[in-house]
C-alpha cells in the first residue's frame, strides 16, 4: 500500500502561484509514472501533468507554460509549481502514483483544494 498526501493547496487570486507537494510513504525512486490530476466540481477528473522515472514531464495543453512538474527522489515528494493561475484552475488537486517496472499499481491522494478568485 503507497499513501500519497497532497498538501499546499488554498485560495489564490487570478494570476498568482501556488505549489502542491505530494509526499509518499515508499521511496519515489522506482515509480514509473507520478501525475497531477484535477477534478472541478461538475466535471470528470483530468490530467495535469505526468512525470516519468527518468524525468520527463508531460502537460495537458490547458497548462503548458504556466505549470512545471518536477519530483525529489531523495524526499520521495512530487511538486506541481503553478503560476499565473486562473479561475479555470480551481479544482481538487489529486496526485497519482503508477507502477514500478516490477509491480503493477495505481495509488491516489486525497487531494488538496486550489480556489482561484479575487
Known amino acids: 500500500q503507497v499513501q500519497l498526501v497532497e498538501s499546499g493547496g488554498g485560495l489564490v487570486q487570478p494570476g498568482g502561484s501556488l505549489r502542491l507537494s505530494c509526499a509518499a510513504s515508499i521511496s519515489i525512486f522506482s515509480i514509473n509514472t507520478m501525475g497531477w490530476y484535477r477534478q472541478a466540481p461538475g466535471k470528470q477528473r483530468e490530467l495535469v501533468a505526468t512525470?516519468?522515472?527518468?524525468?520527463?514531464?508531460t502537460y495537458t495543453d490547458s497548462v503548458k507554460g504556466r505549470f512545471t512538474i518536477s519530483r525529489d527522489n531523495a524526499k520521495n515528494t512530487v511538486y506541481l509549481q503553478m503560476n499565473s493561475l486562473k479561475p479555470e484552475d480551481t479544482a481538487v488537486y489529486y496526485c497519482?502514483?503508477?507502477?514500478?517496472?516490477?509491480?503493477?499499481?495505481?495509488?491516489w491522494g486525497q487531494g488538496t483544494q486550489v480556489t482561484v478568485s479575487s
Open positions: 497519482n502514483a503508477r507502477g514500478t517496472p516490477d509491480r503493477a499499481f495505481v495509488y
Open positions: 512525470i516519468t522515472r527518468g524525468g520527463t514531464p
